[in-house]
């Protein structure tokens, strides 16, 4: 079978690393993959791993914000689809859905849409109307994306939705050393865009850490639109000695090496592929109760959680998972045994499954 990926850009992202290794593992005798990629905007390391595969990676190279060459990309991805004739064509954002709508009207193909996060479409109206209506099969990438998405919608039962959880490369973050570490070293992993992803969280809990002379360095991997405001309170908080922002790696494998704790303090989080690979990389997670978070872990089982928002709850969870090396161990033995379901492997044969039975209901 053929498939064409949309999506808007190619940035560092859940999104876009779904797609890399889509391509990385994807059976060719099964079928063939194109991605193609709307705007201008992509890293290019993650471009260079797709080209490495054997799928086809194509760049319309549309300058983002300038909606009056939309036609123009828009016919260029129709040319695209009448020269490829795609069995299936799958958007990954409402953007490249609407795009891709345009793009393949009146032509023979099925449609697919993953959806990637929380509250897509908190309001009811046109946006609802167009992801249900043009769209054969919905992907959700967690029961609570799922649930979020059907809240909006009164006739559920009219509404084709399947999960399949993200996966990653195991093999990937297992291989690597781990380094024998003499204080507590924090790592958090995310878009920097606090409203969300919670860094202001984490900030004041470290606050709390260090009133009690608590020894640790924090590291937040991440670009975003709160970067500016994150160091401003970082500097407030008088945790400049002991926090760095690092802005965007492409090396996160190493970087969970040299890490004895990761946290995610969301505020709303879909899925949370940040968490599994820590789990792989044997770093033990503290995380938000919030969204899929609760789908991947069991509380004092393969990892913890503490209330959202509540910074005083995930400072108690730092200190007593630091202080307890029994628990530590625990929660890192039962993340490994379990880590397995989150395999690029199951979720490749996962979607070509999908893929697979949208094609036989003709």
Do not use: W
């Not at 730092?318 to 090396?325: R, T």
Request: charged share 25%.
């Amino acid at each position: 079978m053929k498939i064409l990926h949309v999506t808007s850009s190619l940035d560092i992202g859940g999104i876009e690393r779904l797609l890399v290794n889509l391509c990385q593992v994807n059976d060719y005798s099964l079928s063939n993959i194109t991605i193609v990629i709307i705007n201008n905007h992509f890293d290019n390391k993650l471009l260079q791993d797709i080209k490495n595969t054997p799928a086809r990676i194509i760049c319309l190279n549309r300058y983002r914000g300038k909606r009056y060459n939309i036609a123009l990309y828009i016919y260029k991805l129709r040319k695209i689809l009448r020269e490829i004739q795609p069995d299936i064509i799958h958007y990954h954002t409402h953007f490249s859905l609407t795009f891709g709508v345009l793009a393949s009207a009146f032509l023979k193909i099925k449609r697919v849409y993953t959806l990637h996060n929380l509250k897509l479409y908190s309001h009811r109206g046109l946006s609802l109307l167009v992801a249900i209506k043009t769209t054969d099969l919905l992907i959700a990438i967690s029961e609570a994306v799922k649930e979020s998405f059907l809240k909006n919608i009164n006739y559920k039962q009219l509404v084709k939705i399947t999960v399949i959880p993200n996966g990653i490369d195991l093999d990937h973050f297992k291989a690597r050393r781990k380094l024998v570490m003499d204080r507590l070293r924090i790592i958090c992993i995310a878009r920097l865009n606090h409203e969300d992803k919670g860094q202001d969280i984490l900030l004041k809990a470290l606050s709390i850490l260090k009133d009690k002379r608590y020894d640790y360095r924090c590291v937040f991997i991440g670009e975003g639109e709160s970067e500016v405001y994150l160091k401003h309170l970082s500097k407030n908080l008088g945790l400049t000695s002991c926090v760095c922002f690092c802005g965007k790696k492409n090396n996160i494998a190493d970087l969970l090496a040299a890490s004895n704790l990761f946290v995610l303090p969301s505020r709303f989080e879909g899925f949370g592929i940040s968490i599994i690979e820590a789990m792989a990389a044997g770093v033990p997670v503290i995380a938000s109760d919030v969204g899929g978070i609760k789908e991947i872990i069991q509380d004092q089982h393969n990892g913890l959680l503490f209330k959202s928002e509540d910074s005083a709850d995930l400072a108690n969870q730092i200190e007593l998972i630091s202080n307890d090396k029994a628990l530590m161990q625990r929660i890192r033995t039962n993340a490994l045994s379990m880590i397995h379901k989150y395999s690029i492997r199951n979720m490749n044969n996962a979607y070509y499954n999908a893929y697979r039975l949208l094609l036989c209901q003709d």
